[in-house]
């Protein structure tokens, strides 16, 4: 994973700033033969509470390699929050 850790975060509710350590993220691989090898796709969510408005945050991870050590795509998308 490419993606700076930890991520420093600010709730879009109430502004309260909080770390988030994505080796906290549950991850999920998958894997598809083409033509030129195989594809691995990781991806990963997590869930998170506000610890000051109880307002929800989500984190999603989504990476591709095709082929293999060829990074496509290396994403992370926030929503409750803006990255800071």
């Known amino acids: 994973m490419s993606q700076e850790s930890p991520l420093k975060l600010e ?12 080796s906290d993220m549950d991850f999920s691989e998958e894997s598809h033969e083409r033509s030129m090898g195989a594809e691995l796709i990781v991806t990963g ?12 945050i989500s984190i999603e991870y989504h990476r591709s390699e095709y082929p293999l050590g060829c990074v496509n795509e290396d994403e992370l998308t926030v929503d409750g929050a803006n990255e800071l």
């Open 11 to 22: 709730c879009s509710e109430c502004g309260s700033k909080f770390d988030f350590d994505l």
């Open 45 to 56: 969510e997590y869930v998170y509470n506000c610890a000051k408005c109880n307002s929800q």
